[in-house]
C-alpha cells in the first residue's frame, strides 16, 4: 500500500527586486513510498534533497505539485488540520540538539508533545515516558538531566522517544546519524530499523554516506539540480 506518493513537486524561490532570478530548489520532483518501507534519498550538497523533505512535510509550501499522504492531498491544509498531520508526519534532524529546549529535562521534552496534543491524562504521563524510553533503549536515569548533560547518541534515542509519543507513519531522517561516531551510528540505525519492523513506519531517509543507504533503505532515489535522475 503506497502512504506517500508526490507528483511533479516544485520549489522556486527568487532573489532581487528589480531583476528577479529564479532559484528552482525542486523541479518536478515524483516519488512512491509504501507502508512499512524506505525510500533513499541522494545527492550532492545543495541538490534538493532537504528541500523537498522539508516541502513534503509542509514545513515550507510548494511551488507546484501535489503530495498524497495516506489518501488525502495535503499541499492545501491549514490550521488544525496541518496540526493533525503533524502527528502523523515527523523528522529526525542531523544535530538533536537543535530540536530540543537546552532548558528542559529529558522528562520534560518527551512529555511535551504528549501533552500539546491532549495524547494521555496526567495519570497516565508518567507511565507512558517510561514505556517510550524503554522502546528507544535509554537508561531512565538520564529523564531527569538536560541536553548538554547527554551524548549525541543518547539525544537522538530522546528525540526519537519524543517522535514516537505521537505514533507516527510517516519519518524523515534528515543526515539522522551523520553527526555520530560509527558504533553509535550503528545502534541509532539498528534502532530505526526495529522500530519498522514493530510499528510499520515509513521513512524517507537521507543521507550522504551511500553505504548506510543501501543497507537501509528498499528503494534509493537520487538527485541533481532539484531533480530525480535515477531510481535504484
Not at 112 to 141: F, G, Q, T, Y
Not at 169 to 190: C, G, H, R, W, Y
Not at 201 to 216: A, C, G, K, P, Q
Request: aromatic fraction near 6%; include cysteine; charged fraction near 30%.
Amino acid at each position: 500500500m503506497t502512504l506517500l506518493s508526490v507528483e511533479n513537486l516544485k520549489k522556486y524561490y527568487y532573489s532581487g527586486v528589480f531583476n528577479k532570478k529564479e532559484i528552482r530548489a525542486v523541479d518536478g520532483v515524483d516519488l512512491e513510498i509504501k507502508s512499512g518501507r524506505t525510500l533513499g534519498l541522494v545527492g550532492g550538497s545543495g541538490c534538493g534533497k532537504t528541500t523537498v523533505a522539508r516541502t513534503i512535510l509542509r514545513l515550507v509550501k510548494p511551488t507546484d505539485g501535489s503530495i498524497v499522504f495516506d489518501g488525502r492531498d495535503i499541499t492545501k491544509l491549514k490550521g488544525r488540520q496541518m496540526k493533525n498531520l503533524g502527528r502523523e508526519m515527523q523528522i529526525i534532524f542531523q544535530n538533536p540538539e537543535t530540536s530540543l529546549n537546552p532548558r528542559m529535562k529529558m522528562y520534560d521534552a518527551i512529555l511535551e508533545p504528549l501533552r500539546i496534543h491532549k495524547l494521555c491524562s496526567a495519570d497516565e504521563e508518567n507511565e507512558k515516558i517510561h514505556r517510550l524510553i524503554e522502546i528507544v533503549n535509554l537508561n531512565k536515569e538520564l529523564l531527569f538531566r538536560y541536553p548538554h548533560e547527554l551524548s549525541g547518541g543518547q539525544l537522538q534515542r530522546v528525540v526519537i522517544a519524543r517522535i514516537l509519543s505521537l505514533n507516527p507513519k510517516f519519518i524523515v531522517a534528515d543526515e539522522a546519524t551523520s553527526m555520530l561516531d560509527p558504533l553509535v551510528q550503528a545502534q541509532i540505525l539498528n534502532l530505526m530499523k526495529d522500530l519498522q519492523e514493530k510499528l510499520g513506519i515509513s521513512y524517507l531517509f537521507i543521507s550522504h554516506d551511500m553505504d548506510v543507504v543501501e543497507w537501509m533503505s528498499d528503494e534509493i532515489a537520487v538527485m541533481d539540480k532539484g531533480k530525480i535522475v535515477d531510481w535504484k
